[in-house]
């Protein structure tokens, strides 16, 4: 199985300022044949389900404000909150969905300093 | 619009069978490149993935609960089954399913609210 390593475990920001998760995988998880990363980021809030925020690394899902973005490839990734907003207070999982089992990070807490 | 529910006991004795069923609309499992999966989340811990089932029937598993997995689908009543065998208080969990389609290469982008089962004698 694929292993999903998230830094932090939490982390504390300013409203305004840039927020930064990073996830690692034991193993590639970019498809060569089409080039692209089966990473995906999710938000998850207090007795809400996951919110799918983004999808093969880097693309943004529909409806996501700007102020998140995905980078990195192969083993090694990143979510980036470029703007830290009261609402973005939730704890977020990368998921590789390369190959199955697909598995999650075990998740970073995001709060307001 | 696309939606996921999930149905089932809310309190299991341990060693009985789990039948979780997950009902949607929006979209059928017959379309080419979709997927219903199930993932579940034990209170204050992070999210496990457990099952997934492919249009064709193709069938995926964790590993470490494969041996006590089965996920079935039925097409005609848009429903997706999971059943966990020997169940134990650490199954204690939400489970939730989630509705991944190729657009996404297979990231989950709608999922159910999910619900808790207990177990407990």
């Known amino acids: 199985d694929i292993v999903v390593n998230q830094s932090p475990d939490s982390l504390a920001v300013s409203l305004g300022e840039r927020a930064t998760i990073n996830c690692k995988s034991s193993?590639?998880?970019?498809?060569?044949?089409?080039?692209?990363?089966?990473l995906a980021w999710y938000q998850q809030k207090p007795g809400q389900p996951p919110k799918l925020l983004i999808y093969w690394a880097s693309t943004r899902e529909s409806g996501v404000p700007d102020r998140f973005s995905g980078s990195g490839s192969e083993t090694d990734f990143t979510l980036t909150i470029s703007s830290l907003q009261a609402e973005d207070v939730a704890v977020y999982y990368c998921q590789q969905y390369y190959s199955t089992p697909w598995t999650f990070g075990q998740g970073t807490r995001v709060e307001i300093k | 619009q696309i939606t996921l529910k999930e149905s089932g006991p809310t309190l299991v004795e341990p060693t009985q069978t789990l039948t979780l069923t997950c009902t949607f609309s929006g979209f059928s499992i017959s379309t080419s490149g979709v997927g219903v999966g199930w993932i579940r989340q034990p209170p204050g811990k992070a999210l496990e993935w457990l099952a997934l089932?492919?249009?064709?029937?193709?069938?995926r598993y964790s590993s470490s609960l494969k041996s006590r997995l089965t996920i079935t689908k039925d097409t005609s009543k848009n429903q997706v089954v999971l059943t966990l065998t020997n169940i134990d208080p650490v199954d204690t969990a939400t489970y939730y399913c989630a509705y991944s389609p190729s657009g996404t290469g297979g990231a989950s982008d709608i999922w159910g609210q999910g619900t808790l089962v207990t177990v407990s004698s």
């Open positions: 089932i492919y249009w064709d029937d193709d069938k």
């Open positions: 193993q590639s998880v970019l498809y060569s044949s089409n080039n692209k990363d089966y």
